[in-house]
């Protein structure tokens, strides 16, 4: 336990650009699988704001491995789609999850994610991401809210740290079909949010599930139909993630 806090120290202390959430990105949950292996996929599709406006996809693929009882580690590569560029590798993530509290031992589960990404383009120097998750339940239904901080190091261009956030309720309806919402928010500047044409809030309705595969082994799927809230976001945004676990 000493070592992981150690590492979380020390990943938050790299001091935390726009970095506005893609597409392909997803709401991270505290809880940690032991001894887990996955093999995960991600895909998102942004509709255009404006007419002429650029119509982004992306997408990563990831191996994770739940290392402890505390502690999931995951690599992934990303692609992404543009109009002007086509289809092309963006970048490379290495995400930690930490899960600082034990399931239901207290009303709040707490847990902490870093994400150290090195985009393709290496002027946009080292993407940072950390913050807290936190998860609870009122009987069938289940709630997250994450607030994460982004900064970019080495990058030809200064940029503050950004603030944004994800958020989810889910009910448990049964394991293999559940539903619910979701939504993904960029502010702006951690300690000054932008306007509404600077910002990127989407929300919309999700679906959840896990299917079991025998031998322990198992697909987990959510899907979520987002709407832009702010002028600054993709009027619609579709999302998947599947994950084959074993």
Known sequence: MKRIAALVAATAALCLQNAHAGPSDYVTEPKVEYGEKEIDFKFGHAGR???????????SLGFGYGATQRWFTEFYLKWERTDDEGTHYDAVEWENKFQLTETGEYPVDIGFVTEIERPKDHSEGW???????????FGKLQANVNLLFTHNYHAE????????YQVQL???WKPEFEFGLQGFGDMGDWDHWGDSSQQSQRFGPAVFGK???????????????????????????????TEYEF
Do not use: C, M
């Open 49 to 59: 704001r404006a007419p002429g406006d650029d119509l982004p996809a992306a997408a």
């Open 127 to 137: 993407e940072v991401k950390v913050g807290p998750l936190f998860q609870t339940e």
């Open 157 to 164: 261009t200064a940029n503050p740290t950004q603030f944004g």
């Open 170 to 172: 889910k009910y448990r």
């Open 211 to 241: 299917i079991g595969v025998g031998n322990h082994k198992a697909v987990r799927y959510n899907a979520a139909w987002l709407f832009g809230t702010s002028d600054g976001a993709p009027k619609q945004t579709f999302r998947l993630q």
